[in-house]
């Protein structure tokens, strides 16, 4: 089976200091069953990875062929002893198909073996160590051709009599050290650099030098080469990583006939921070690279192999992630003791090590949704499922991630969560809120919870979230209560458990509460009882709303008392409520009552309540009394009378004794002259009411009073006889300024007469002038014409023949009558057209 093998993430060094730790980009897995036996009686030394097996070649020349999982598979190699060498085996190399395996070792052989098939099985010896062997990558060739590397490169080709024909590729500057093949392309490296052939042409393309590690041989570390497609190959070696493209010349290149048709261009050069071990192609610009580290630890060993991704630019690079991979042994190995194989198409790469083979793959969703959620990222949990997919759902990592944020006391973010992710799942939203009661903290998730009629929760749960704010939060209550719609919770539930908690520090606030809960419960009259015991004018808002004036027969005083305006404005409209009701309501209270009948008599002045509305007058507001008396008709004069005797008021009683008449109005004209003792007044109400045992009661009293004599008869002059006057004054009784008021009184007295004689006769003139004009106008010649008609015959008045011709009567008014037509009972002045038309109307009238 195979073993799953943790990785550190780190930036390459072993740090102390702690970082945030990066997602990883691959899972790794060691490979176990058979090959844990094997590798414990032996070491490895060189692999081949092909998509449906594992090859390995081992230390004591033993070639091995086992599944991905580490289980051996049977094949002509564990078949048969000839496969083996001697010593160490150098390479393994496989063919496209997995049909044939190439070996060589440094006891100079060189093995081809087919795996199920022993037909085109070759053995070669060449009496000196071989490093390198590789077959033709061309999927269908049938092992025709392959390459070993010695102090050369040899091409061997198997023709049509299954004889090899070797032919020599290129002298080599020392020896092979690593070959790649791919297509018409042969890359390898000796001590001086690295050479590409091309097999089409017959030419090399070149050398390409490698620097010389300033403290280290170049040969002492192993060339490490990729084709990573037909054209791109990659090289690494030492610390050094060069990215070449095989690319064809263009017209000016080719021109020269001396240069090969391809040529190897360097694209990108950087070095690494470690000794490369191994690299493979990741993306279009990243490398998966197996490293060794140049550090060593304390005690002088080798630190952890890493496994790093690059991407790379033209020139520089950057790691994007690299894990410390812990294989067994690696602290006594050297860099050339790993390496590193890979399926390109399926990402998938294996670290080899001479006691330890492990697996790193790209991590899948699966992989990385469980590190997310480890690492506590469930966000990024939440958005990688919501793209790709993944076998956990989604609503799982909400919910661990839900419970991670209430463990952070995050409540609030917990809450926002639920709201996105739960969406209208009622059984989800029911077990999570429960959640939320355990931290006490319903609160938070208040504002979110479902209240639609699709997704609405049993009532309980509003229940829980209501109590625990009547419990911490009085104004969230409030707020709550006139955001949610009643039919989520008891409201009857709801009103007893403000009742049990009522707190007077949030007396407000749970009253208002109380309000809007009756109201919901149809309790109008609890509502308006508590929007009156906190003076909320929202009170008025309730009872438009919802017509409840029959329900404020017993709350006017109090709704007055909260706004007079708004209320009078409901109290006044006979239709809501009647006045009778209003008025009884407002005994208790005498000031409001006047306010209102005050309002009430404005929009209607012919009400029962006149009588009242004198006696509030009088009590509140004296000014509107007179002007109301002098208005309205409809209150009882001798009772408005005796009000306004107890309160002594003289202009008020004068104005009504006068309007008794007879012996109250010379009463009113007493309380004028003793009590208000106003002259002025008292001659305006003699003018006015122009009675003469009034003037007689005036001229009486004033003749007692010589200082307002002179008064008397200024302002008497157009209404009394001054020698009535005069008649009074006693002889010898001494009056101030008498003689010129006297003289004052005749001559307007005689002016006045001047002007009424004055105006007869001008009034006479304008009659006579009107009369002889009317004479001279009914004297006047009538014309008469054919045109006219009798009214009584209707005929012509005027006729050419003489046997009809008579006299002619004419009328003022336009009528002409023949003489003899005319109506022997009608008046010679008078139309008889006229006349019947007259009387029609009086009959009609």
Not at 530 to 558: A, G, H, T, W
Request: hydrophobic fraction near 35%; charge should be negative; glycine fraction near 4%.
């Amino acid at each position: 089976m195979a073993e799953k093998l943790p990785a550190n993430s780190d930036s390459g060094t072993d740090s102390t200091e702690e970082e945030e730790e990066v997602e990883p980009k691959f899972k790794y897995q060691r490979i176990a069953n058979d090959l844990k036996n094997i590798l414990n009686a032996d070491v490895v030394t060189c692999t081949a990875v092909h998509s449906k097996f594992l090859i390995f070649g081992t230390f004591r020349g033993r070639v091995y062929l086992l599944d991905h999982q580490g289980n051996s598979v049977e094949s002509n190699l564990s078949s048969t002893e000839q496969h083996t060498h001697k010593v160490a085996v150098n390479q393994v190399d496989v063919d496209p198909k997995g049909e044939y395996v190439a070996t060589c070792s440094d006891d100079g052989k060189v093995n081809i073996t087919g795996l199920f098939s022993c037909e085109n099985n070759q053995n070669l010896s060449f009496g000196k160590c071989i490093k390198v062997v590789a077959l033709d990558p061309d999927p269908k060739s049938r092992i025709r051709r392959f390459i070993v590397g010695e102090d050369k490169l040899t091409l061997y080709e198997r023709n049509l009599l299954k004889k090899l024909k070797p032919t020599e590729l290129c002298a080599v500057e020392g020896s092979v050290l690593s070959i790649c093949w791919q297509g018409n392309f042969v890359a390898w490296a000796s001590h001086l650099g690295v050479r590409v052939y091309d097999l089409s042409e017959k030419c090399s393309l070149g050398l390409m030098k490698w620097e010389v590690p300033s403290q280290a041989r170049l040969e002492n570390f192993r060339c490490h080469l990729r084709w990573s497609n037909e054209h791109t190959l990659l090289i690494g070696w030492v610390d050094t990583i060069r990215i070449c493209v095989i690319r064809k010349r263009n017209g000016i290149e080719a021109a020269s006939s001396n240069l090969p048709g391809y040529v190897v261009d360097p694209v990108s050069t950087f070095q690494t921070t470690f000794y490369i071990c191994g690299l493979a192609p990741l993306a279009s610009n990243q490398l998966v690279v197996l490293g060794y580290r140049k550090e060593r630890s304390a005690t002088y060993k080798a630190l952890r192999p890493v496994l790093c991704v690059i991407e790379y630019k033209m020139n520089s690079s950057e790691e994007i992630c690299t894990d410390s991979l812990t294989l067994r042994g690696f602290e006594e190995y050297t860099v050339n003791d790993y390496s590193l194989g890979c399926i390109i198409e399926e990402n998938r790469y294996f670290i080899v090590a001479p006691k330890d083979i492990v697996v790193a793959s790209l991590i899948e969703t699966d992989d990385r949704v469980e590190w997310l959620i480890k690492h506590s990222k469930f966000e990024e949990a939440i958005d990688l499922i919501s793209t790709h997919g993944g076998s956990l759902p989604i609503l799982s990592v909400a919910r661990l991630y839900i419970n991670h944020l209430l463990t952070l006391k995050q409540y609030e973010d917990a809450a926002k969560l639920c709201l996105r992710m739960l969406g209208n799942n009622k059984a989800l939203w029911e077990e999570e809120v429960f959640k939320f009661v355990k931290c006490q903290q319903l609160r938070s998730v208040s504002a979110y919870l479902p209240t639609s009629e699709d997704c609405k929760l049993d009532p309980h749960v509003y229940e829980m979230v209501l109590y625990e704010f009547l419990k911490f939060d009085a104004k969230g209550f409030l707020n709550l209560i006139k955001e949610w719609p009643p039919q989520l919770y008891d409201g009857l539930a709801v009103i007893n458990a403000i009742h049990d908690n009522f707190r007077k520090q949030n007396a407000n606030e749970l009253l208002e509460s109380l309000a809007l809960l009756y109201s919901y419960q149809g309790d109008f009259e609890s509502a308006l009882r508590m929007y009156l015991k906190l003076q909320n004018k929202d009170v008025f808002e309730l009872i438009r709303r919802y017509e409840l004036y029959d329900v404020i027969s017993k709350l006017i005083i109090p709704l007055i008392h909260l706004d007079r305006d708004r209320a009078f404005k409901i109290l006044l409209d006979k239709k809501k409520i009647k006045p009778e009701v209003v008025v009884h309501q407002l005994e208790q209270n005498q000031e409001y009552l006047y306010w209102f009948l005050d309002e009430l008599h404005k929009i209607n002045s012919s009400n029962v309540f006149q009588r009242k509305l004198v006696e509030l007058y009088a009590k509140y507001d004296r000014s509107k009394l007179l002007p109301f008396l002098r208005r309205s008709k409809e209150y009882v004069i001798q009772d408005a009378l005796a009000i306004c005797k107890r309160e002594g008021f003289y202009p008020e009683m004068v104005y009504l004794l006068g309007c008794m008449g007879g012996v109250e109005a010379v009463e009113a004209l007493n309380i004028i002259i003793h009590s208000i003792s106003d002259i002025e007044m008292a001659i305006e109400f003699c003018k006015e009411h122009n009675d003469n045992d009034l003037w007689n009661v005036l001229i009486d009293e004033s003749i007692k009073q010589p200082e307002i004599v002179t008064k008397v008869f200024d302002g008497i002059v157009d209404y009394v006889n001054p020698e009535i006057v005069v008649s009074k004054i006693k002889l010898g009784q001494t009056i101030p300024n008498l003689r010129e008021s006297v003289i004052k009184m005749l001559w307007h007295y005689n002016s006045q007469k001047e002007v009424l004689c004055t105006s007869h006769e001008i009034q006479l003139d304008d009659y006579f002038d009107s009369h002889s004009e009317v004479v001279a106008f009914r004297r006047r010649a009538q014309h008469v014409s054919y045109d006219h008609h009798c009214p009584q015959c209707h005929r012509p008045v005027l006729m050419k023949s003489t046997s009809h011709r008579n006299g002619l009567v004419a009328f003022k008014c336009g009528h002409i009558y023949h003489q003899l037509c005319i109506p022997g009972s009608t008046t010679i002045g008078q139309c008889g057209e006229c006349n019947m038309g007259n009387s029609d109307r009086s009959e009609e009238e």
